[in-house]
């Protein structure tokens, strides 16, 4: 029986450093000051679009599954971002300001979004909702093939809504295989903060159905939460909603939206 043992630990270590092997963070969006020299527009902004109210304006800039916000490029050293993002008030005089890799002195470069309008907001009617999206083909080069499973999601904002009733959500996104999923575990994005979800919480979650091509409104009344094993996650991604809330008149734009940090950990099984 000894002249076996030597060759089963053998045996047993190089199987765990294969298991483990490409453990580690997987997506690391900031912090980083070194992403743009300049503030960066994204490559594809929100447009005027038909409301459903017509007293209203909204801006929209839908999900595509192939094309980018922004790309990595010359310009954007940071990865690639995916997504959709929309903004809706009855205040007719709106401009969606910042669609952007912003650039600020002594904060990271961030994803920025905010509105501005030369009226003002006060007794306003104002919603907003999107979501940024990482696909695997973005994550760090280990990372890029074969079946992910995350363990560890985490982000961090430096933003502000003003006004009353406002609630900025949050809440995660993945996808496997074709489809899109939601999670039901949620903080606040009104004002600055961070969101983390270790491995034991993470293996805990449940999941709603999110269909961010028909609609990037997720409407959680109707959602249904079931445990989703995370296997094969090939995007990962942050949404963020208010669907209702009332302006006033102590700024000159309502909102501000910088995403800073936004990291995934996982391994390929």
């Known amino acids: 029986m000894h002249t076996h043992q030597r060759p089963l630990r053998i045996l047993s270590v190089a199987l765990l450093c294969a298991c483990s092997a490409h453990a580690g963070t997987a997506l690391r969006f900031g912090p980083s000051s070194d992403y743009v020299t300049a503030t960066t527009d994204f490559a594809r902004r929100a447009q005027s679009a038909a409301p459903a109210n017509a007293s209203e304006t909204r801006w929209l800039a839908p999900f595509e599954e192939e094309a980018p916000i922004i790309a990595t490029s010359e310009s954007y050293a940071g990865p690639t971002v995916h997504g959709g993002y929309e903004f809706i008030s009855d205040n007719t005089h709106v401009l969606l300001t910042r669609q952007q890799i912003r650039e600020r002195k002594g904060r990271p470069d961030s994803l920025a979004l905010q509105a ?113 094993p995370l296997i094969g996650v090939t995007a990962v991604g942050l949404y963020f909603e208010d669907d209702s809330w009332t302006g006033d008149n102590s700024v000159s734009s309502p909102f501000a939206m910088h995403i800073e940090t936004f990291t995934v950990s996982g391994a390929i099984h």
């Open 116 to 228: 501005h309008s030369p009226d003002s907001w006060e007794g306003r009617s104002l919603a907003l909702r999107g979501f940024f999206l990482f696909k695997q083909d973005a994550f760090e080069s280990e990372y890029r093939a074969g079946p992910f499973t995350p363990d560890r999601l985490a982000a961090s904002w430096n933003s502000y809504a003003a006004g009353d009733r406002r609630n900025i959500t949050g809440r995660y996104v993945v996808k496997i295989g074709d489809a899109y999923h939601i999670s039901e575990h949620s903080f606040g994005m009104t004002n600055s903060g961070s969101d983390t979800v270790p491995a034991a919480v993470l293996a805990t979650l449940r999941w709603a159905p999110y269909d961010p091509v028909t609609a990037l409104d997720f409407e959680q009344g109707r959602a249904v939460f079931q445990k989703l």
